[in-house]
DNA sequence: CAAAGTTAATCAAACGATTGATTAAAGTAA
DNA sequence: TTACTTTAATCAATCGTTTGATTAACTTTG
């Protein structure tokens, strides 16, 4: 019936999503992808046209869960600007953590220039939590909650350059923490809430006077 | 003569660091980087071995100038642990930042976690710099200096995580800082200040009681 | 009802192109 | 000469993709 195709496209794209994070794009073939994922490798083409086209669909699958992070901060008003910053961290870490597999990945496609449309979708779509971190973060100084030469844009560098570094270089950072940040088990119960708790005290120091 | 033998071979190490860093290990064939470099591709293999002799060269010749980054801190128990993290900032800043270009290449590398002994000879040789500030930072708490809540695995991977976003992310990394970090004269005139000052401000409001 | 037709899904096999690597011959300098 | 470089041609292997055949599930027709 029709929910088996749906979910065997989606299963296809679920594995394509690990191995393209793991191997990259040129290192995983069409080949291993199918392989992994169980199916006869024409089914690739025939469900996705073209390895670009798989990987595509494994972005655009994702990039409407991502793009309404955060469409209910920033326009209310009443609220402080740091609990605002306060919920985006919250918020920015059950998302962004939960899918640590596909951040590697849209990282990964960022840092390797190429010109695609691809390129720019997905620069316009991170583009837009940090415009919005960045309305917060101004709205703050302007009001004197926050210090008036608080460099804005590094904060913002800050905040998805530690979650970065740790969910993309887990070799490094698994002995720095001291426990496994592949288990799932592991990032929900430890390393989530110790991210959220340190870049709240490191910004509440920072930025207050 | 000679020395033409070596200036070559480093051109040749020059560019395959330059395209392995813009296309990745795999997207970088062996006849685009010999392309690049204007020579014979058979001098690949004749000078490296093969392309992992290639790819393993470029590393080995930066290596040496990174494992001793830090040779003169640490050691010296007379000045504080906050001077050592500002001598620390100041020499990763010039060091690392210079070599932006290797940097993505290095931390491409440990993201995609390959068994290789290539992997575990970086994240030795990166492990090194993270242990000696493991040890300023424990230091610093232990003498009073710092408070003694902080997260010592965190400050590091927000140190190496902020500074690895926005040059390994430069699509990101421009519309947030309004300049060119692609330009080698912005990058000494405006982001290494940038860095440094920030970073500085940031742990000495993190750090500190 | 059953036979014929239609459709999408799946497969093994093969395609041309490109990959990293090798060769043998030509070039160069001591 | 002798030893080291460089070159174009070529290798087998792998790449992404296409093909034609087969299966299975519905529809239509008689």
Redesign the pocket.
């Known amino acids: ?1 029709d929910k ?2 749906i979910d ?1 496209k989606d299963h296809i794209l679920d594995v394509a999503e690990r191995v393209f994070s793991e191997k990259g794009f ?1 290192g ?5 992808i199918s392989g992994e994922a169980g ?8 469900y996705f ?6 990987f595509l669909a494994v972005f655009q699958r994702k990039i409407a869960s991502f793009q309404d992070i955060l469409q209910n901060l920033g326009n209310d008003g009443s609220i402080s600007a740091w609990s605002k910053m306060e919920q985006y961290i919250e918020l920015y870490g059950d998302k962004v953590v939960a899918n640590n597999c596909f951040q590697k990945l849209l990282y990964q496609e960022m840092g390797m220039n190429r010109g695609n449309d691809l390129s720019h979708k997905l620069r316009d779509m991170l583009l837009k939590n940090v415009t919005e971190l960045d309305k917060i973060l101004n709205e703050g100084i302007a009001n004197g909650e926050f210090k008036k030469d608080i460099d804005v844009a590094m904060v913002i560098a800050t905040l998805y350059g530690t979650k970065n570094y740790i969910l993309n270089t887990p070799m490094m950072a698994e002995p720095l923490l001291g426990y496994d940040i592949t288990d799932d088990k592991m990032i929900e119960t430890r390393l989530k809430p110790q991210i959220k708790s340190f870049m709240k005290n490191l910004l509440k120091a920072y930025l207050f006077n």
Do not use: E, H, I, Q
């Not at 995983?28 to 291993?32: G, H």
């Open positions: 019936m088996d195709k065997k040129d995983a073939s069409t080949r291993l199916v006869n490798m024409a089914m690739l083409n025939y046209g073209s390895k670009d086209g798989l």
